[in-house]
């Protein structure tokens, strides 16, 4: 499996077995469940290809209400008064079918989450206030598999103490995937987190690509239909 153009014929992808059909009125999408049976579907235009991308970990059960990444720290880090720490870390991405016009436009033709890894939502905030986040637990060790995608965290302590970090919430809107076409390597733009006190946090992307062999991703939560580049 690697990201770019799907071919005509049937792609198995983290489990997910998906069916690119060409005919002469046009082109079939489907993915299939494990007893053969289509649980998504699409015809598309006849002059339309069709790519698999990473994206923002919005799709599965709780598509288009999960607002945020939930990332729990297997290790706390502990950062000193008025110092700064930076770590690299792995996050789930989901991935994408996108419909891919001659004019470089898109559109958002199926999501999947990776089978692989452990489907689990959190709350984040009081009961009734809080938001929906695709939970994730970070292993500090853990190296880069498909489905993961990398991303940097510089956590800027500005309280007037020794600060503990355990878990990092980034609002989905905030955050921008890129992936290196012809390989399942993926990353996330670099995160600011700003201690602003003991119970108050800043978050701040960094739009940047990670290289200059990385390509954008689509925006799925921010926008399904803009140009790709």
Not at 86 to 109: E, Q
Not at 184 to 213: C, G, H, K, Q, T
Request: with cysteine.
């Amino acid at each position: 499996m690697v990201f770019g153009p799907l071919g005509d014929g049937d792609h198995v992808i983290s489990g997910h077995k998906v069916r690119v059909t060409r005919t002469p009125e046009g082109v079939l999408y489907s993915r299939l469940n494990d007893r053969g049976e289509v649980v998504v579907s699409a015809r598309l235009s006849q002059y339309l290809t069709l790519s698999l991308v990473p994206v923002e970990p919005a799709s599965g059960p709780a598509s288009g209400i999960v607002e945020c990444l939930y990332l729990k720290l297997s290790t706390p880090i502990i950062v000193d008064s008025r110092d700064r720490v930076t770590m690299s870390l792995v996050a789930p991405v989901d991935y994408g079918v996108v419909a891919v016009g001659g004019d470089k436009s898109y559109n958002l033709v199926d999501s999947f989450p990776e089978a692989s890894i452990p489907y689990k939502l959190a709350l984040y905030g009081p009961p009734t206030q809080g938001v929906l986040c695709r939970f994730y637990r970070v292993d500090l060790e853990k190296p880069q598999d498909p489905g993961l995608a990398g991303v940097r965290v510089r956590v800027v302590n500005e309280t007037g103490e020794v600060a503990r970090v355990s878990s990092i919430v980034v609002p989905l809107d905030r955050v921008k995937v890129f992936y290196k076409p012809g390989t399942w390597v993926a990353m996330f733009n670099n995160i600011s987190m700003v201690l602003e006190s003991r119970s108050v946090a800043s978050i701040y992307p960094d739009p940047e690509p990670a290289s200059a062999d990385f390509e954008d991703s689509p925006d799925v939560v921010r926008d399904g239909t803009r140009p790709i580049g």
